[in-house]
């Protein structure tokens, strides 16, 4: 089955950037995201890509995304404390009815 | 935010006792979704929905039924809860091009 894997935990400075990787085994998926949990609430979208695109820029937000590799990152330049959350990284299947696969989240803390 | 809630929000239940969650949605999605979180499994599918009366499993479906007699609505049920189904649940909905918007959960507690 499809699969997309994290690393489960990350600690970065504020004010430094924060890089979180994800790696997806479906070539077919058409579009990629990433998703913010905080505590105690569900999933906000926070960008997505096309699998034919290479970047996207959001504001602070970065989408880097390798194809051949099926590799994704975000990265979050100026990292604040109100960044720490879960991050979600999910792939679209059209096999299931456009469901999302989810990889299993990265904790991020932002240390003051 | 778009219009998607769910009840309840917490639950305590006891084993073998049947239980339902429901999932509320205002924007004429659709597709619906039940997932359940637990830590270091991200979010697994429990069933879709892609239409009123149309639904079918996902990938952790074992142990759950769904129904969806209305667009806005999707019901998960637990025939006969057990302590594995202690997790937090979490409903989504999408139209055809959108992204896929998020219940805050439901965390059931099954002792």
């Known amino acids: 089955g499809e699969d997309v894997e994290q690393s489960l935990f990350l600690s970065v400075r504020e004010g430094d950037s924060s890089v979180i990787n994800c790696t997806y085994t479906?070539?077919?998926?058409?579009?990629l995201y990433w998703y913010k949990q905080e505590p105690g609430a569900g999933l906000q979208l926070l960008t997505y890509i096309f699998s034919n695109m290479d970047m996207k820029q959001d504001q602070r937000l970065t989408v880097l995304l390798n194809k051949k590799d099926k590799h994704l990152s975000l990265r979050i330049a100026d990292t604040q404390t109100g960044d720490s959350a879960i991050y979600f990284c999910?792939?679209?299947?059209?096999?299931?009815?456009?469901?999302?696969?989810f990889g299993p989240g990265t904790r991020l803390s932002v240390l003051p | 935010d778009a219009g998607i809630t769910q009840s309840p929000r917490h639950k305590v239940t006891e084993t073998g006792t049947p239980v339902t969650l429901r999932c509320h949605q205002t924007e004429n999605h659709r597709y619906m979704y039940w997932y359940r979180q637990d830590p270091g499994h991200g979010l697994r599918l429990i069933h879709y929905?892609?239409?009123?009366?149309?639904?079918d499993k996902g990938e952790v479906s074992d142990g759950y039924s769904v129904s969806r007699s209305k667009t806005e609505d999707f019901l998960l049920t637990l025939e006969s809860a057990t302590s594995s189904q202690t997790s937090v649940y979490f409903c989504?909905?999408?139209?055809?091009?959108?992204?896929?918007?998020f219940g805050q959960g439901t965390r059931l507690t099954v002792v």
């Open positions: 999910a792939e679209s299947n059209p096999d299931y009815g456009q469901n999302f696969v």
């Open positions: 989504a909905s999408r139209g055809e091009d959108t992204e896929a918007f």
């Open positions: 929905s892609y239409g009123v009366k149309d639904t």
């Open positions: 479906d070539s077919s998926s058409t579009y």
